[in-house]
């Protein structure tokens, strides 16, 4: 049995940097991924453009050099294979955690854990850890609308690319930057374009740049606007909303929820984490990341629950390295008392 000194689930920016700083902490780990590298930025967007500038996107002290002024994905992608290979870091991909499971004891007074996981081929392994930290992300688990048709094949919670819909009539609904891109992305790619908002205006957090030209756009009735309005039913062609207590039908050949995602607490919850009531994030040190599971940490977005906004790249990255230097201080108290209890290993014997 091989075991490392920590296990990572999640090979994002959170879960890289956390790698980084157990490798230059002189501790051995392993990253493990149920999808590609930074898994989430890959599903972002095509022509997505970063709210920030370069430099806070670093992780390891690796430069990320971009022209621009704001990064753009593809070079996100770039970047992160970059450190990747910089460090040489032990990443298994394609691999899905299915348990996460504490022995105390186990080989040690110290404890352990096991992680099984399950890949997309229909293989099962299980993997051995002293600690193990959860930077799975906020990006995998949309906020539903629960309405009737949410799960018809023409409607996406997840917007990639706007050359399929060239001359459909698509329905974007939301009020935020996701929803107001991806509409301004659509119309320019030649979609009849629709946006549906529950307030009754655009969220004030939508990117500087951004703000203006779909206000310009909705306001020059080149993307129809629907304020105040609440999505009641997706049918296959159409999309039903009620506005002031009165229900009209929208068509639409596809439709886009973008109302924003949550982290998936499934794993957090099977391995013992409480969750706390109002976030449904999990319950941790801020100090440490370290959950009410002894040994177990969170670090990125995950933390953040619902309130996914407030965890980005520029501050979840920073997580890894407290997260760390709280493992690579017990380790060492924890050495430091077997010496104590058995000075013969100093190779000096007491008085």
Same mark, same amino acid.
């Given at each position: ?33 149920? *999808? ?55 990443? $298994? ?57 949410e799960d018809l094949p ?89 506005h002031a207590g009165r ?9 886009? $929820?973008?109302t924003g995602y949550r ?45 996914? *906004? ?42």
């Amino acid at each position: 049995m091989t075991l490392r000194d920590v296990l990572i689930v999640g090979a994002g920016p959170a879960g890289l940097a956390t790698a980084i700083a157990a490798l230059k902490n002189g501790l051995t780990c392993q990253v493990i991924e149920k *999808g590609a590298l930074v898994n989430s930025l890959l599903h972002y967007p095509t022509e997505m453009v970063f709210f920030t500038t370069p430099e806070l996107m670093e992780i390891g002290g690796l430069p990320f050099v971009s022209p621009y002024d704001k990064p753009t994905r593809l070079e996100a992608l770039r970047y992160y294979r970059r450190v990747t290979d910089a460090f040489k870091l032990e990443v $298994l991909f394609d691999e899905a955690v299915v348990a996460i499971t504490r022995q105390p004891g186990v080989p040690d007074g110290e404890g352990s854990f096991v992680v099984d996981t399950h890949s997309g081929r229909g293989v099962r392994r299980s993997w051995h850890g002293r600690t193990v930290v959860i930077a799975t992300g906020a990006y995998d688990v949309p906020n539903r609308l629960d309405v009737p048709g949410e799960d018809l094949p023409h409607v996406s919670h997840y917007y990639t690319q706007p050359h399929p819909f060239f001359r459909k009539r698509v329905v974007v609904v939301g009020g935020k930057n996701s929803a107001a891109e991806a509409a301004l992305d659509l119309f320019r790619a030649g979609a009849d374009v629709t946006l549906v908002h529950r307030q009754a205006a655009l969220g004030d957090s939508i990117k500087y740049w951004v703000k203006p030209d779909i206000d310009n756009r909705i306001k020059e009735g080149s993307i129809a606007a629907r304020f105040d309005t609440r999505v009641v039913e997706i049918r296959p062609t159409s999309v039903v909303v009620e506005h002031a207590g009165r229900t009209s039908d929208i068509d639409a050949d596809a439709v886009f $929820l973008l109302t924003g995602y949550r982290s998936d607490a499934t794993l957090l919850r099977s391995a013992g984490v409480e969750m706390n009531p109002d976030t449904w994030g999990p319950v941790y040190d801020p100090e440490t990341f370290e959950t009410n599971v002894p040994g177990l940490y969170v670090a990125g977005a995950v933390i953040a629950g619902v309130q996914s *906004g407030r965890i980005f790249i520029e501050n979840g990255r920073f997580h890894g390295q407290q997260v760390i230097e709280a493992i690579a201080a017990r380790r060492a108290a924890g050495a430091s008392r077997l010496l104590i209890a058995n000075p013969e290993l100093t190779g000096n014997k007491p008085h």
